[in-house]
């Protein structure tokens, strides 16, 4: 099985600070790495796929990118909306695997 | 718009059987690879199986033998039947679509919660 490593596991950060979230494969995965938000009480939504394709809909200032088993979600001028845990998710090979999730709280 | 509502589930016992519906609107789930992926209260999001469009499928080692996946062509609805449930498997089951090219999952259902409790 792929172990998904994200780093940090929780980040308090202030309004239109850019914020670096990374997710760290236990073995090399390509470019088969997405990104989801999961606000509380709300199913998770695809941000970014592929490891750096944007979703229609998925505000500009998110970004990916890596490939093989460093990958890098970058959120550039955060807003308050942006308060939620953001989730790593491999593909590359069965079983699926997410990462443990990084917690982002606005001050 | 493509849309997943989940139903079923609910409070049953250790050992006991229940049966997820996912009902998609918006795209046809045969066309489709099809996911359940849980989450423990509290916790991260784990999948939990995949049935492809050929209707192969394909099961997390915690889940396998004991929950099956299948898919009503006739309603568009993709289900998971769960038997030999434990405390362990107590968490919000939600379905997604797989995007085959990437593997990305998108969209995801609103969830259903499965309580698993003596």
């Not at chain 1, 088969?32 to 998925?58: E, M, R, T």
């Not at chain 2, 492809?52 to 004991?66: F, H, I, P, T």
Request: aromatic residues 10%.
């Amino acid at each position: 099985e792929i172990v998904l490593t994200q780093s940090p596991d929780f980040q308090s950060v202030t309004p239109k600070e850019k914020v670096t979230i990374t997710c760290r494969a236990s073995q090399t995965i390509g470019s088969n790495l997405h990104w989801y938000q999961q606000k509380p009480d709300q199913s998770p939504k695809l941000l970014i796929k592929y490891a750096s394709q944007s979703i229609s809909g998925v505000p500009s200032r998110f970004r990916g990118s890596g490939s093989g088993t460093d990958f890098t979600l970058t959120i550039n001028s955060l807003e308050a909306e942006d308060a939620a845990t953001y989730y790593c998710h491999q593909s590359s090979r069965l079983p699926y695997t997410f990462g443990q999730g990084t917690k982002l709280e606005i001050k | 718009e493509v849309h997943l509502v989940e139903s079923g589930g609910g409070l049953v016992q250790p050992g006991g059987s229940l049966r997820l519906s996912c009902a998609a609107s918006g795209f046809t789930v045969s066309d489709n690879y099809m996911n359940w992926v849980r989450q423990a209260p509290g916790k991260g999001l784990e999948w939990v199986s995949i049935i492809y469009s050929g209707d192969s499928a394909s099961y997390a080692d915690s889940v396998k033998g004991r929950f099956t996946i299948s898919r009503d062509n006739s309603n568009n609805t993709l289900y998971l039947q769960m038997n030999s449930l434990r405390v362990e498997d107590t968490a919000i089951y939600y379905c997604a679509r797989d995007d085959r090219a990437t593997g990305s999952l998108d969209p995801w259902g609103q969830g259903t919660l499965v309580t698993v409790s003596s």
